[in-house]
């Protein structure tokens, strides 16, 4: 069971937008900075979002990031069939001393 | 470019130590800037943080409950890396492993350990 609870799978078609979510508490979420990784098909996740909204140099601006409460977003737009992959959020957790992440949600391009 | 290189046996008997290595380039492990972490993901794919160190004037090092009392990470200067080690394994520690840099990213091959004898 994650600490931070995401939708296991999410879908969309070519050219269109997806969002994931991500919900967290007060003593994550609530309090720190979200990141997001993509972890395509046998290969260590990679960084795409970092500080709920920044995007590492060398990430399309296709993905964006975004927080609110105790909740946070990614949104891709301009769905691509190379986008289909695991993504996760993660956050420090000050209650738990740790990094804490989401169960991970795993986008399919119809 | 931050790259991390990991090094160590991908298969360890139930009861005893894992230890994993991670070595830094493009960066050091003593950097007043970033943290060094292990992260683990499952076979069923859920990642689970492990632990970090860091150096703030001096060393800290944070471990994640789930495995505390087991773990030690240590950072090693001379030759700028840090590593990791597990005691007393079980098959519930099978996993691949990874070493990460916070921030900015920058993961490890990872590495697959299985427990089994």
């Known amino acids: 069971q994650s600490v931070l609870t995401q939708p296991p799978s999410a879908s969309g078609t070519p050219g269109q937008r997806v969002t994931i979510s991500c919900s967290g508490s007060?003593?994550?979420?609530?309090?720190?900075?979200v990141n997001w990784y993509q972890q395509l098909p046998g290969t260590a996740p990679k960084l795409l979002i970092y500080n709920n909204n920044q995007r590492p140099s060398g990430v399309p601006d296709r993905f964006s990031g975004s927080k609110s409460g105790t909740s946070a977003s990614l949104a891709i737009s301009g769905l691509q069939s190379e986008d289909e992959a695991d993504y996760y959020c993660a956050a420090w957790d000050d209650s738990l001393k740790g990094w804490v992440f989401g169960g991970g949600t795993k986008l399919t391009v119809l | 470019q931050i790259q991390l290189q990991q090094s160590g046996p991908g298969l360890v008997k139930p009861s005893q130590t894992l230890s994993l290595t991670c070595a830094i380039s493009g960066d050091t492990v003593s950097s007043n800037s970033a943290a060094w972490n292990w992260i683990r993901q499952s076979p069923s794919g859920g990642l689970e943080w492990l632990g970090r160190t860091y150096f703030r004037s001096k060393w800290h090092t944070d471990y994640a409950v789930s495995v505390k009392g087991r773990i030690t990470i240590n950072p090693d200067t001379s030759k700028n890396q840090f590593s990791l080690q597990l005691n007393s394994v079980t098959p519930e520690d099978t996993a691949v492993y990874y070493c990460?840099?916070?921030?900015?990213?920058?993961w490890g091959q990872g590495t697959l350990v299985t427990v089994s004898s």
């Open positions: 990460t840099r916070e921030p900015g990213g920058g």
């Open positions: 007060s003593s994550n979420i609530g309090r720190n900075t």
